[in-house]
């Protein structure tokens, strides 16, 4: 099995800062893009910031310039910096990775179970 485990989740004043981790694990041929998302009560799921194989990385206008996504290969493990955090980001967390299993399998699309980040005024 595929698993990806998401830590770092937790309860910070706004304008704090929290970093979130994820790691895959299982049988993995190779990653393509990485991506975390969100979801707030009663607000649909939205990407937060996605960076693929090659580090080029794209983001949510409402977090431009305050988060930060990264990754390390070796540890097929994906990071997200948040910085100057606001209420707005309160919402549960999402890992998402599309990878191969094998070197004959098509991408297959994954997600964690999801991490709370909870962000007081």
């Known amino acids: 099995q595929v698993q990806l485990v998401e830590s770092g989740g937790g309860l910070v004043q706004a304008g704090g800062s929290l970093r979130l981790s994820c790691a895959a694990s299982?049988?993995?041929?190779?990653?393509?893009?990485m991506a975390w998302y969100r979801q707030a009560p009663g607000k649909q799921r939205e990407l937060v910031a996605r960076?693929?194989?090659?580090?080029?990385?794209n983001y949510a206008d409402s977090v431009k310039g305050r988060f930060t996504i990264s990754r390390d290969n070796a540890k097929k493990t994906v990071y997200l910096q948040m910085n100057s955090l606001k209420p707005e980001d309160t919402a549960v967390y999402f890992c998402?990775?599309?990878?191969?299993?094998?070197?004959?399998?098509?991408?297959?699309?994954?997600w964690g179970q999801g991490t709370q980040v909870t962000v007081s005024s």
């Open positions: 998402n990775a599309d990878l191969r299993r094998t070197a004959y399998s098509s991408r297959g699309n994954y």
């Open positions: 299982g049988s993995i041929f190779s990653i393509n893009d």
């Open positions: 960076i693929t194989s090659g580090g080029s990385t």
